[in-house]
């Protein structure tokens, strides 16, 4: 289940989503997707309310998101059916299409776009495939091309008990830090410290033994820094 803090002190249940192993996220300027047994969901209004956004997928077992501008990929589980693999929407989940050429059939794990290729890993190990090659899929290749920008968005989900993922952008190769804090300033957790290239990312903190609370999250790249509110809740 998933509620959205709308205070310091209240909380509402999200609408819209189903109670089914709700376990991956991907998010941009203006819509934050969720990945899970039955599709993917997308809001538009910073989780207040979801809509199933499936049209073009023949797998619904989602098992990874990434989110590239505009551009969403979706990996799917392996299926007997043979509908397994690699999706992508162009238009923030309005449509999917299959981008499978070269990729034997296996349930995909990550998707990364790094340079001029795109990695999935899969129960099959490690695939490459060149942004040349997905052109006559998707008909425009600068679709896929992101200039970006720092960014720490909101964890999800919030409250949480005990896991939650924190996501965030760097533009350039540099030094990050990523830490938790409680309410006194007190450092309880660092889940990145260690240099990076550009790209967007997503760490998830496991807070197992850690007492309910509201806390921060704070993100340092050189002179950047960002600090965002989380509540755990048990």
Do not use: C, M
């Not at 409250?159 to 990523?178: A, D, E, H, Q």
Request: charged share 10%; net charge positive; no cysteine.
């Amino acid at each position: 289940e998933l509620f959205l803090i709308l205070s310091n002190t209240t909380a509402t249940k999200s609408t819209g989503l189903p109670n089914k192993n709700l376990s991956y996220v991907a998010a941009n300027d203006s819509n934050i997707f969720v990945g899970s047994q039955l599709g993917v969901f997308r809001s538009t209004n910073s989780g207040i309310s979801w809509s199933a956004a499936n049209n073009g997928l023949t797998n619904f077992n989602i098992t990874t998101l990434s989110a590239i501008g505009s551009n969403i990929f979706a990996g799917t589980n392996w299926s007997y059916s043979g509908t397994d693999g690699i999706y992508i929407s162009t238009n923030n989940g309005a449509n999917w299409t299959p981008i499978n050429t070269g990729i034997s059939s296996a349930t995909v794990y990550a998707i990364v776009l790094l340079g001029d290729n795109l990695f999935i890993g899969s129960s099959w190990g490690v695939w490459r495939r060149p942004l040349t090659d997905i052109v006559t899929d998707i008909q425009n290749k600068n679709d896929l091309k992101q200039k970006f920008v720092f960014a720490l968005h909101q964890n999800f989900p919030n409250p949480f008990n005990p896991t939650t993922s924190i996501s965030f952008t760097i533009p350039s190769k540099s030094f990050v830090s990523l830490k938790i804090y409680d309410l006194i300033g007190k450092e309880v957790a660092t889940l990145v410290s260690e240099v990076l290239p550009e790209g967007n990312y997503s760490k998830q903190w496991i807070a197992f033994n850690i007492p309910s609370a509201i806390y921060f999250y704070r993100l340092q790249v050189g002179e950047y820094t960002e600090t965002k509110k989380l509540i755990l809740l048990k």
